[in-house]
């Protein structure tokens, strides 16, 4: 808030730290496609997506895309999960109306084991306190753009993985 009140530019790595805070009203909905590793990296690149998570819903691969639905509305987010090929089928939490179907994360939804999680990141050691939202938007840019990856990263962690960087 300081920074913004002083009209300076916020680094990535702090909006991140921001959003773990628990103030930070988070939405969740969930995207069917044929590869979940290909939706944790096109939905996890979208402004207001904090975290992606992949898994399944009624059988099928599902990227879970946790928002930020002051910055994104849903209805926004499924569109545009349908612009870059997503959304097979959509479920949204039972608050939510835009999606076609619902999701109990508790009932149906399951998680993917923590090896398909995050694939894009896979050639990389583990980066020291990476908060949920640096993995999403590092696993989203890294293959895409390495300096939009870096971005999100705070000076330690660049210098922790500089070394394996490819």
């Known amino acids: 808030m300081a920074l913004k009140a002083a009209q300076h530019p916020v680094p990535n ?3 991140a730290l921001a959003n773990t805070q628990p103030s930070v009203a988070i939405t969740e909905m969930a995207f069917a496609m044929p590869c979940f ?3 944790e990296m096109k939905l996890g ?21 946790s928002f930020d639905p002051y910055q994104l509305k849903p209805e926004q987010l499924q ?8 959304s097979n089928k959509v479920y949204a939490a039972n608050d939510l109306k835009p999606a076609a179907s619902f999701f109990s994360p508790e009932s149906s ?15 990389f050691p583990p980066i020291p306190n990476l908060t949920p939202m640096q993995a999403t938007k590092f696993n989203a840019w890294i293959k895409i753009s ?14 922790a993985i ?5």
């Not at 390495?146 to 210098?159: D, F, G, H, T």
Request: aromatic share 8%; glycine share 6%; with cysteine.
């Open 13 to 15: 790595y702090l909006i």
């Open 37 to 39: 590793w290909v939706g």
């Open 45 to 65: 690149a979208i402004d207001g997506v904090v975290n992606t998570e992949a898994g399944w819903i009624e059988g099928r691969e599902v990227t879970k895309v």
């Open 79 to 86: 569109n545009m999960a349908k612009e870059i090929e997503c």
């Open 109 to 123: 939804y399951r998680k993917a084991h923590a090896s398909d999680q995050k694939r894009q990141m896979i050639a």
């Open 146 to 159: 390495k300096q939009k990856a870096l971005n999100w990263l705070s000076p330690n962690q660049i210098m």
């Open 162 to 166: 500089k070394e394996s960087m490819p």
